[in-house]
Each structure stands twice: as structure tokens, then as C-alpha cells.
């Protein structure tokens, strides 16, 4: 079978502004914004604009994410965080998802190396007293041998064409039980809840955050796509042969080129976008505004006032910029 190796390139603009009533201090923040140069996904370049200025410092997590740490160097009414990425991702069309022998049918059983270095992502992360994740996952399972593929792609269809999608601002994820009760959820709901399905099936997940590219809204048309025009949070499952693989099942979509991958955790309170903390009177706190966009091709002239600040960089330029006062 021939194989064709598919790039798209894209730019991802993601702006977060925090409103205040009064100046308040700003403690340290976190930030997971960048993406890891792969094979599957090339980072070309990145840049990201501050308001109040502030040092970065760069790290990588127990994962291995791109993680900024902020310090910022004044008070202000407004903190304003923007990443403008541009980067080409890959994807292998008409991929079939090779594993090895051992792994093609359901149940398997990881080697002892790779049990060992998965770790805690084989393990439930979220109480089932009653077996209620158990047993729905275990209704998928067609016998004493099942398909590995097929297993993995009715469990993502299903949560696609069964559960509801909804938006939800409040910070957190649902428990899997109470999405699985109520039968709806958002991106990182539906991520969590197929991520802890599979591991009671004995499989190795990690949660993925990061951005979804529709092409809908490339036209000004209507999103075709749920979660797109926000961050968006999937799955990958480790298969002996294949390695990591996304599903979405928000979309029902495996190994996609529309899914941008930032950040892998164990569990999805580990992988936010942007947390930090604030010092001001009390109530001082008026609400965040976010705004995503993800286009294709690259992005327009970049008319940023102020020093470029420089902070390390990797296969791709990355610039820290104080943004010009309003």
C-alpha cells in the first residue's frame, strides 16, 4: 500500500484577557501553549505577546511539555496572553494502524517493559464503586476475542453519536460517571470519560490538549466541527506496533490532521492552558475573555510594538513581546 505523507500548514492565534476592577499583582503563571517538534507535527514558528511585560522562563514537564513560566514586572487592570503559532502537521492518509500480532485482538497484554514505563496511565484515575465504567466499557466487547480497532473505534463512535456536546466555561472536568449519567459533556468530558473506559479495559491513555483546525471556519462559515474556534482535548492510546493514537471522540475522529497536539498528561487537571494567581482587593476579579482561531496558511504581517525579548529557541524562532498599551 502506498502511503502518502500529507502537510497543512497552519497558524493558531489563541488570545486569553483577564479583566480587573483595580491594579492587582500578578504572581507567577504557567503556561502550555507550545507543541513539541514531531514527526507527525512541525512547529515553524511561535510568538507570544505579553501585557504587562514579563520574564518567561522555559522548562520541560514530567511529560515532556513545553512549559513557560511567567513573572511579570508591574500591576495592571488587564492581563492580555497571546500565542500566535504557525506549524505544519502531518498526517498519514490511509493509515490502517499496524500493530503487532500480539495486540490485534482484544485482550492483550502490554510486555513488561512497556507495562513499566506506562505506569499510572494503565491505572483508573477516578472512583467506580459499582462498576458502572466497568461494565459500559466492557458492553462493547464482542466475545472472548474482539477486534482491537473495531473495540477502540465503537467506543469512540459511540460517545460521537450518543452523548450530547455542550459547552461549559466552569473550570474542571466532569468524573466519568457523571458524564456517563447525564449523557453529556464537553471536548475534555468526553476525553476523560473514554480515557478511563479503556484503562478499565486494561489499556494505557493519556489525556491531549490542544486545538482543532475546521476548515469551515476558514470561509467565515459555520463551525463543522465541535470545539473549534476554542481548545480542545482528545485521547491517545498506546498500541503495541502503532504507538500513541488519537481518537476524538467529541468527533469521532482517529488520527486526524484537524487535532493539534500541545500538551500530554496523565489526567486533565494537569494540562491547563494558562494558571497563575493575583493579589488585589477583594472582588477585584471582572471575568477572562478567550478567543481561538485556527487557519490555514501563514498568518498576516506581524505588527507588534515594543522589544522583541529573547527566550530559548528551538527549530523554530519564538519571540516574547510586550504588547503595545492600549
Known amino acids: 500500500m502506498k502511503v502518502a505523507h500529507m502537510a497543512k500548514r497552519l497558524t493558531v492565534r489563541h488570545r ?4 480587573y476592577s483595580a491594579p492587582v499583582e500578578f504572581g507567577e503563571h504557567r503556561m502550555l501553549l507550545r507543541p513539541r517538534d514531531s514527526h507527525d507535527l512541525r512547529l515553524v514558528d511561535a510568538r507570544l505577546t505579553l501585557s504587562p511585560g514579563a520574564s518567561v522562563r522555559w522548562a520541560h514537564d514530567v511529560f515532556g511539555n513545553s512549559v513557560a513560566f511567567m513573572t511579570f514586572e508591574e500591576p495592571a487592570e488587564e492581563l492580555l496572553v497571546e500565542s500566535v503559532l504557525v506549524l505544519d502537521r502531518f498526517a498519514l492518509e490511509g493509515r490502517e494502524l499496524p500493530l503487532e500480532p500480539g495486540a490485534e485482538r482484544y485482550p492483550f497484554i502490554y510486555s513488561a517493559d512497556d507495562r513499566a514505563d506506562l505506569g499510572r496511565l494503565l491505572e483508573l484515575q477516578y472512583p467506580d464503586p459499582k462498576g458502572e465504567l466497568s461494565q459500559w466499557a466492557k458492553g462493547f466487547v464482542a466475545g472472548d476475542v474482539t477486534d482491537t480497532r473495531a473495540l477502540l473505534a465503537d467506543i469512540n463512535s459511540s460517545i460521537h453519536q450518543g452523548f450530547t456536546y455542550g459547552a461549559r466555561h466552569d473550570e474542571g472536568t466532569q468524573p ?14 468526553f476525553a476523560l470519560l473514554m480515557m478511563e473506559a479503556l484503562r478499565s479495559l486494561g489499556f494505557a491513555t493519556r489525556f491531549v490538549s490542544g486545538y482543532l483546525y475546521d476548515p469551515a471556519l476558514d470561509t467565515a462559515g459555520d463551525a ?6 476554542a481548545t480542545h482535548a482528545w485521547l491517545e492510546v498506546y498500541l503495541p506496533g502503532a504507538g500513541w493514537v488519537e481518537y476524538d471522540p467529541t468527533n469521532g475522529l482517529v488520527g486526524s490532521n484537524a487535532l493539534i497536539r500541545v500538551a500530554v498528561t496523565r489526567d486533565p487537571s494537569q494540562a491547563i492552558p494558562i494558571s497563575g494567581s493575583y493579589s488585589g482587593p477583594s472582588g477585584a476579579f471582572l471575568g477572562m475573555e478567550v ?5 490555514s496558511g501563514d498568518p498576516a504581517p506581524d505588527t507588534s510594538d515594543g522589544e522583541d525579548v529573547p527566550v530559548p529557541a528551538g527549530e523554530a524562532a519564538d519571540r516574547a513581546v510586550p504588547a503595545a498599551a492600549a
Open 224 to 229: 463543522g466541527i465541535q470545539g473549534s474556534g
Open 16 to 19: 486569553t484577557t483577564y479583566s
Open 176 to 189: 466519568p460517571l457523571e458524564t456517563l449519567s447525564l449523557g453529556t459533556g464537553t471536548c475534555r468530558d
Open 291 to 295: 478567543s481561538v482561531e485556527v487557519t
